[in-house]
């Protein structure tokens, strides 16, 4: 079963950044689902208030059912941070775990 791997990057305003690690501690702590290995987010080097959350699934069918298993709380937090994110900054990436046989 291949893993996937989704990621979000974006940019936000420096003026936010305390309202966004609020949001981001929050949503850590929320951010637990049937399928979801864990949820990371990262500051970019060299790169102040550049972000990436990283979103590691078990199964492609985990990945597929996430958005149907969020509670409402959630999705609060994730607009939130959608209004702290700069425009035309934002980057999504979806990565699907290469079959290991494929590489024998």
């Known amino acids: 079963m291949a893993r996937v791997i989704f990621s979000i990057q974006y940019e936000i305003s420096p ?7 609020k949001i981001i501690k929050e949503l850590k702590n929320l951010m637990t689902t049937e399928g979801l290995e864990s949820y990371s987010v990262y500051e ?3 790169k102040p208030n550049h972000f990436e959350e990283m979103y590691t699934f078990n199964s492609m069918e985990a990945y597929e059912a996430f958005d149907d298993d969020q509670d409402e709380r ?11 994110t700069l425009k035309e900054s934002t980057k999504y990436s979806t990565l699907i775990e290469v079959d290991s046989s494929i590489l024998k």
């Open 15 to 21: 003026q936010r950044r305390d309202e966004y690690f």
């Open 44 to 46: 970019v080097k060299g």
């Open 74 to 84: 959630i999705n609060i937090l994730v607009n939130k941070l959608n209004d702290l």
